[in-house]
């Protein structure tokens, strides 16, 4: 038999690629574990997301998966701890290692009712000790590119296709809205070009570089889960603490909400404690390096 030795070889690179991709997937499998053995793995993961539609969204880079992980880890956490403190449980749902459900029915026993102050002179008071409330992030008028890591946009990487068009605008041949109106007939899921004001609330990385940056900057472009994003810093403004004349319409509101966000935090991270949960960022990264390998 007379063999095609390029096909062979190809054959050949591609079987010892998948090798290899699988070799690395089995150590990065571990998403998180727990100290009394227990583990979250890519499987599960895979199969959680797959289960809460609400999740799909979010999950396409870095922060937005490692959110959906730690949710999955509180779920965890509230169901050994029903477990422990005796809180009755459907028979049909006891096989279910990730019960929202159960968890949510947990949480509500174990979290504090939060209660809105009461009258003119206790809003103002909460107002004055809780400062944190009523400070908003810092914002920036922005401009975004998102492009899909595994497309082609005029036979380039995106990565590379972005690069080459920063040369372009920084030598004034081209605008910013040019590379959205081209990028935009490659990708039209998301917004390409000005999204208006945004926001910085959160903590990853595409934020943080967003919030170090001045007004007038590009930012990327900058690989983050599934794509590749550029983004142009169009106008600034520093975090600030409302003043008492715009907070005093929702003060009650925005007290109840704030007390909700703090007993959750407390809740997590005492629960995260005692069952030593140890979520593996380098591992949530792989995902999406191994994807796109």
């Not at 690395?24 to 993961?45: H, R, Y």
């Not at 208006?196 to 170090?212: F, Q, Y």
């Amino acid at each position: 038999m007379k063999f095609n030795m390029k096909i062979f070889a190809a054959i050949a690179g591609s079987l010892l690629l998948l090798h290899s991709a699988m070799a690395q997937n089995a150590g990065s499998d571990l998403l998180a574990s727990f100290s009394n053995g227990e583990k979250i793995t890519t499987a599960d993961f895979g199969a959680y997301v797959e289960r809460r539609i609400d999740l799909k969204p979010t999950v396409r880079n870095f922060a937005g998966a490692k959110a959906a992980l730690e949710e999955m880890a509180v779920t965890r956490v509230l169901t050994l701890e029903g477990g422990e403190l005796h809180i009755s449980r459907a028979a049909e749902r006891k096989d279910q290692k990730f019960d929202d459900v159960y968890a949510h029915a947990v949480y509500q026993k174990l979290v504090p009712q939060c209660q809105a102050p009461k009258g003119e002179e206790e809003r103002r008071a909460y107002y004055d000790k809780n400062p944190a409330a009523f400070t908003l992030p810092t914002s920036v008028r922005l401009s975004r590119i998102i492009l899909p890591k595994d497309v082609k946009i005029e036979n380039e990487a995106p990565g590379l296709w972005l690069f080459n068009k920063v040369q372009l605008l920084g030598a004034g041949k081209i605008n910013f809205s040019d590379i959205a109106k081209e990028a935009d007939k490659v990708y039209q899921i998301d917004p390409q070009g000005d999204l208006g004001w945004v926001a910085l609330d959160g903590d990853n990385r595409i934020l943080k570089a967003l919030a170090s940056a001045n007004d007038g900057d590009l930012v990327g472009p900058l690989p983050e889960g599934d794509f590749v994003y550029l983004f142009q810093i169009n106008g600034k403004r520093p975090s600030a603490v409302l003043p008492w004349e715009q907070a005093a319409t929702f003060v009650d509101s925005r007290a109840v909400s704030y007390c909700r966000q703090q007993e959750h935090n407390k809740l997590r991270d005492r629960l995260f404690q005692k069952y030593g949960v140890k979520i593996i960022d380098e591992n949530i990264q792989k995902m999406f390096d191994l994807r796109h390998n």
